[in-house]
């Protein structure tokens, strides 16, 4: 881990040149947490509805990073509330409610992922299913902005979709990921689709104007692709695809993202 120096409790006498000081300040290299960090599991918020492990730290990004947890965490709390109270008394069953289930898909470098499945059942004729990541740079403690760190050829669109409980996600589109994602989706499959459900997803639901969701995977070391936002009827077309560092390279991503892939921690 770098050590910073705090150049202002220098005595005055000090040989060294104040600019010189400040240079030295200014160039540090930035953490990267090559090790990752330490994250802390936490208790249930509710029965079934896990909560987000925190990373240990007292770093601004860190505590940045703790601070939109707990408020993830507060969401969902708030959305399984308001699910109990829309399902009526003669629809209620055991199974009415809200469960969470999350994953750390990469802790370090540089990036600390999650990825979070919900099932929602709040009387209706379906229950929803719920699947987003959330993934924060560990240098500044923001959510990863994808179009700084895919290149131009990548991304054509971004904007901001609504998760279940309403989390605001930031998804992109193309067509060229359309076409990467088009061209592994056969070979990944879904135990919710046949062969003919396959090919209706490919034919009339998995267009250019679908956005994507991101996220890195350390135990595959690729970035992760999924539709979001699709309608209930068809969401079970949304199969998650890893794009490895080889299709990355090949579409032009920078060689330091693809050296966090190759090292990344699960």
Same mark, same amino acid.
């Given at each position: 881990?770098?050590?910073?120096?705090?150049?202002?409790?220098?005595?005055?006498?000090?040989?060294?040149?104040?600019?010189?000081?400040?240079?030295?300040?200014?160039?540090?290299?930035?953490?990267?947490?090559?090790?990752?960090?330490?994250?802390?599991?936490?208790?249930?918020?509710?029965?079934?509805?896990?909560?987000?492990?925190?990373?240990?730290?007292?770093?601004?990004?860190?505590?940045?990073?703790?601070?939109?947890l707990e408020k993830?965490?507060?969401?969902?709390?708030?959305?399984?509330?308001?699910?109990?109270?829309?399902?009526?008394?003669?629809?209620?069953?055991?199974?009415?409610?809200?469960?969470? $289930?999350?994953?750390?898909? #990469?802790?370090? +470098?540089?990036? /600390?992922?999650?990825? !979070?499945?919900?099932? *929602?059942?709040?009387?209706?004729?379906?229950?929803?299913?719920g699947f987003f990541?959330?993934?924060?740079?560990?240098?500044?403690?923001?959510?990863?902005?994808?179009?700084?760190?895919?290149?131009?050829?990548?991304?054509?669109?971004?904007?901001?979709?609504?998760?279940?409980?309403?989390?605001?996600?930031?998804?992109?589109?193309?067509?060229?990921?359309?076409?990467?994602?088009?061209?592994?989706?056969?070979?990944?499959?879904?135990?919710?689709?046949?062969?003919?459900?396959?090919?209706?997803?490919?034919a009339s639901v998995?267009?250019?104007?679908?956005?994507?969701?991101?996220?890195?995977?350390? $135990?595959?070391?690729?970035? #992760?692709?999924? +539709?979001?936002? /699709?309608?209930?009827? !068809?969401?079970?077309? *949304?199969?998650?695809?890893?794009?490895?560092?080889?299709?990355?390279?090949?579409?032009?991503?920078?060689?330091?993202?693809?050296?966090?892939?190759?090292?990344?921690?699960?």
């Amino acid at each position: 881990m770098t050590r910073v120096v705090n150049i202002f409790s220098l005595s005055c006498r000090s040989s060294v040149p104040a600019s010189l000081l400040m240079m030295t300040a200014i160039f540090l290299p930035a953490v990267t947490y090559a090790e990752g960090v330490t994250l802390h599991r936490q208790a249930a918020i509710a029965p079934d509805i896990a909560a987000f492990p925190r990373p240990e730290g007292n770093t601004p990004a860190l505590q940045r990073i703790n601070k939109a947890l707990e408020k993830a965490d507060a969401r969902v709390l708030s959305a399984a509330k308001g699910c109990k109270g829309n399902a009526t008394e003669d629809s209620l069953t055991k199974a009415d409610g809200w469960s969470r $289930k999350i994953s750390v898909t #990469m802790n370090g +470098p540089t990036y /600390l992922s999650y990825f !979070v499945s919900d099932f *929602a059942s709040c009387g209706g004729a379906h229950p929803d299913y719920g699947f987003f990541p959330l993934v924060y740079s560990l240098e500044t403690g923001s959510p990863v902005n994808w179009v700084r760190v895919l290149p131009a050829s990548l991304i054509s669109k971004a904007s901001l979709d609504s998760a279940e409980d309403g989390t605001q996600l930031g998804v992109v589109q193309s067509a060229a990921l359309m076409k990467l994602y088009r061209a592994s989706y056969p070979r990944q499959g879904n135990a919710d689709l046949d062969a003919d459900a396959v090919k209706e997803c490919l034919a009339s639901v998995l267009t250019d104007e679908v956005p994507f969701m991101l996220w890195p995977d350390a $135990k595959q070391h690729a970035l #992760m692709i999924q +539709p979001s936002g /699709l309608p209930h009827v !068809v969401a079970a077309c *949304a199969v998650g695809v890893p794009l490895t560092t080889d299709i990355l390279q090949k579409n032009g991503v920078s060689s330091a993202f693809l050296s966090v892939l190759e090292q990344a921690r699960p």
